[in-house]
């Protein structure tokens, strides 16, 4: 399992970034994909997760009508569409398997890529 995150950035508040990650070494389709965030001093915590057939997503309260998450199977490739960004937004944005569907929980989830940062800042 390999995860490649990638598209962070320093932002200003109010604005937007897209986060991609992507997959390789497993069957793309067979796992939701969830993504999580880590701000320094701070325990992981989810973000959003979508279905392995891209057909339902669930998100945290803290981003719910500022986040999207879709899925393009061609290209084995999820993605975190961020708008509305807050400075509390501030982290390091991580991609992952999940282990079965709608689950929040990072120990329901593996095969962690290495992280982007995201900074909102003025």
């Known amino acids: 399992v390999q995860l490649v995150e990638s598209g962070g950035g320093l932002v200003q508040p109010g604005g937007s970034l897209r986060l991609s990650c992507a997959a390789s070494?497993?069957?793309?389709?067979?796992?939701?994909m969830g993504w999580f965030r880590q701000a320094p001093g701070k325990e992981r915590e989810f973000v959003a997760v979508i279905h392995r057939f891209g057909t339902d997503t669930y998100y945290a309260d803290s981003v719910k009508g500022r986040f999207s998450i879709s899925r393009d199977s061609a290209k084995n490739t999820v993605y975190l569409q961020m708008n509305s960004l807050k400075l509390e937004d501030t982290a390091v944005y991580f991609c992952?398997?999940?282990?079965?569907?709608?689950?929040?929980?990072?120990?329901?989830?593996?095969?962690w890529g290495q992280g982007t940062q995201v900074t909102v800042s003025s």
């Open positions: 070494g497993f069957t793309f389709n067979n796992y939701p």
């Open positions: 992952a398997l999940g282990t079965y569907w709608r689950t929040s929980s990072p120990i329901h989830y593996y095969g």
